[in-house]
């Protein structure tokens, strides 16, 4: 079952990816994202849907996830028409801030490093 569970999750990231950016025509959606990972629940009920946002300005970063998160619904019922399968997941979209955390980490690295040197 986790086999099968594994490949829906690959094949809902790279749908749900396709239809962020070929199909949801949301004006809000300014910024680069990522889908990051699917995480689909083994009832087939309900998906994390965890998502990356690239950007300089927070307000835009928002504002970009806010709109993905409400594109929700014309999401499930693109991939119920179009994947093979009895009932789409409810896909609950989640914002990883890892790599923002990442950043910061490694700019204080460097910071300490410069600090050194001198």
Known sequence: MTNRID?????????????????VKDPRITEMFTILEVDCDRELSSAKVYVSIFSTDANKAA???VAIRESEP??????????????????????DTSMAYGQ??????????????N
């Open 7 to 23: 490949k829906l999750n690959a094949e809902f990231k790279r749908y749900i990816a396709e239809l962020l950016t070929k199909k």
């Open 63 to 65: 504002q970009t996830f």
């Open 74 to 95: 014309f999401i499930r019922r693109e991939i119920s028409k179009n994947m093979r399968i009895r009932k789409a997941p409810q896909f609950n979209f989640i914002l």
């Open 104 to 117: 910061k980490i490694s700019e204080i690295l460097n910071e300490l490093k410069t600090e050194d040197d």
